[in-house]
């Protein structure tokens, strides 16, 4: 990727508590979520449009700390590297807050684990972590390659992270290193590229890119050592695709269209 380049995306995050997904689309600034039900509500509009958007689920029931809510939104200005770019925190009752600025624009995908957000972008070259009860950000791991997406797996406390020709892995008890999971052989894009974990740590690539390649694939290293085509996608995506998994099913949101596929 070009140094600088900004990648205009949608996030999403689901809230297993509410059985919720968080769907933020930076192009518009609007926040909305999506039940099981597919019953879209309005919660609020984002100050200004951001670009890179990356939402993330954080669960903060046990600590004992002034963060009341769960769902955080990061992101920067569209169109404008050289701007400060935003954290925003959506409280219990859907009230949105701004927390302190980031230094870098730079977000393509975000996840929540064992209460802090884990986020990394096309430019930066690492893996990020945002602390919301001190609201400060600092350098996790650094990568060699540009991240696509990355994913969270809270019960192995693992960051799985996505770069053009592989997945990667971190432990997020012992920082410091990532190893390779898993080659990609698919040409990938990071504006359609997304990926997800189930509960049972079986590992989801959602490769949108219009090409032979396209499809969802799966990756469990405890079954087999390559990826399996689980579904093909469903229509035609664009560069606001996200997903997210809610009750073992896939939620693929591209624009206002939800496109669900049953992963059990």
Known sequence: MVAGQIIEKAGQATDPDSLLIYHVDGGNGSIK???????????????????????????????????????FILGGSVGDTTMSSAVYHISGNNTLSEMSPMSSADVVS???????????????????????????????????????????????????????????????????????VVDIKFDLDPLTTNCAMSDDNVFYLIHAKDDSDQGIYSFNGAISLDWQLKSLIPQTTSAYLSASLLNEELFLIDENVVNIIDLA
Do not use: R
């Open 110 to 180: 975000a996840a929540g684990a064992l209460g802090n957000v884990y986020y990394a972008g096309v430019n930066d070259g690492a893996i990020k972590v945002y602390d919301p009860v001190a609201d400060t950000h600092d350098i996790f791991v650094e990568a060699e390659d540009s991240c696509f997406c990355l994913v969270a797996s809270n019960d192995q406390f693992k960051i799985y992270y996505v770069s053009s020709d592989a997945v990667w892995v971190s432990s997020i008890t012992q920082s410091g290193t990532l190893a390779k």
């Open 33 to 71: 979520t999506v039940d099981s039900e597919v019953t879209w509500t309005n919660v609020g509009m984002l100050p200004a449009p951001l670009s890179a958007v990356g939402v993330a689920y954080v669960d903060t029931s046990n600590d004992d700390d002034e963060v009341d809510g769960n769902v």
